[in-house]
């Protein structure tokens, strides 16, 4: 079956670590995404990438950085830049359709 | 820039009660307009859309309406289940971004169906 994997589920991270979080989609999409979901914010743009080796900073990419090296993958890595990154990341891709297809997400919880 | 604004609730129905979420949204152009729904625990799934004025999506049992006199598009169900507790998050996609597909979320309403 296609569609979007996130891993892992559950991360701990101590302070001033980066960690990286992963996201693979078998769905054939070229355009991918990074969500960052806070309670009472709703989803915010981390970063996007339309297609491979280009990517572009969303609403709140500070603190993050990603890469896009295959078609297949869109790691997320949130550095210890990023002050307050306890939250769920969401990962999701399109196929330049209307609908976003979305992974099962990964809650990050600093220690 | 575009908005779109929804109650954050909880909003808490008895079982087989009818439903309705307000979503309002402020766009140029002609967006897409979405309800997608998150299971607890997981990510989001879309749950219906609409492209144009006067479109309904359906689907489930829900049922929303693009208003684009009232820039809206209510969520409605007439019959709630148990298993239709989650969070409903509606969303519009703005095609002025050209090739990228910037969409833009509500807040999300939680919505809780006692038995």
Redesign the interface.
């Known amino acids: 079956d296609g569609g979007?994997t996130?891993s892992p589920k559950y991360l701990f991270r101590k302070e001033g670590q980066n960690v990286t979080l992963s996201c693979e989609q078998n769905l054939n999409h070229d355009?991918m995404y990074w969500y960052r979901q806070d309670p009472?914010?709703?989803?915010r743009?981390i970063y996007?990438s339309?297609i491979v080796n280009d990517f572009?900073k969303g609403d709140i990419a500070e603190g993050y950085s990603v890469s896009r090296e295959k078609k297949e993958s869109f790691p997320l890595t949130v550095t210890s830049a990023q002050k307050n990154p306890t939250a769920f990341y969401?990962c999701?891709s399109?196929d330049?359709g209307?609908?976003?297809?979305?992974?099962?997400?990964t809650r990050l919880t600093v220690l | 820039g575009n908005s779109v604004t929804q109650m954050e609730g909880p909003v808490t129905l008895s079982e087989e009660a009818f439903l309705t979420i307000n979503c309002t949204y402020t766009a140029t152009g002609y967006p897409s307009l979405f309800w997608y729904v998150q299971y607890p625990g997981e990510g989001l799934q879309l749950l219906l859309k609409a492209t144009k004025a006067d479109d309904k999506g359906s689907n489930k049992g829900f049922e929303a309406t693009y208003r684009k006199e009232t820039t809206s598009f209510h969520l409605e169900k007439g019959s709630v289940q148990v298993s239709d507790s989650a969070v409903y998050f509606c969303a519009l996609s703005d095609p002025s971004s050209g090739g990228y597909q910037k969409v833009t979320f509500g807040i999300g309403t939680k919505l809780q169906v006692i038995p």
């Open positions: 979007i996130q355009a009472g914010q709703g989803l743009l996007y339309q572009q969401l999701a399109t330049w209307d609908e976003q297809f979305f992974g099962p997400g």
